[in-house]
């Protein structure tokens, strides 16, 4: 099993910054991938960013050169640097992870998720 608890969300005004981390335990050495979910009110989940165990990012559009996500492997957490805050940023964010069991199913772990407000 693999547990992640998300930190970091709060109020921010447009235009400022906040860090989210995402700290994972359990079956560490089985996750191949991570990443971050937002999910605005009355909205559908959707991604964010995602970050192999290889290192290689992936950005969903509207949030390329302003979030940055990255990974301390030494303390088992996943960072999202969050620049340049729109209001339209505003949502809770969830930390996921991919990882294998060992019978070799693949899984999926999610955070509690942490509110993100951006207000203008």
């Known amino acids: 099993q693999v547990q992640l608890v998300e930190s970091g969300g709060g109020l921010v005004q447009a235009g400022g910054s906040l860090r989210l981390s995402c700290a994972a335990s359990?079956?560490?050495?089985?996750?191949?991938?991570t990443g971050w979910y937002g999910q605005a009110r009355g909205k559908q989940r959707e991604l964010v960013a995602t970050?192999?165990?290889?290192?290689?990012?992936n950005y969903e559009d509207s949030v390329k050169g302003r979030f940055t996500i990255s990974r301390d492997n030494a303390k088992n957490t996943v960072h999202l640097q969050m620049n340049g805050l729109k209001p339209e940023d505003t949502a809770v964010y969830y930390c996921?992870?991919?990882?294998?069991?060992?019978?070799?199913?693949?899984?999926?772990?999610w955070g509690q998720g942490t509110q993100v407000t951006v207000y203008p």
């Open positions: 996921n992870c991919l990882w294998t069991h060992p019978r070799g199913t693949q899984l999926r772990s």
């Open positions: 359990g079956s560490i050495s089985s996750i191949f991938e």
């Open positions: 970050i192999s165990s290889g290192g290689r990012q």
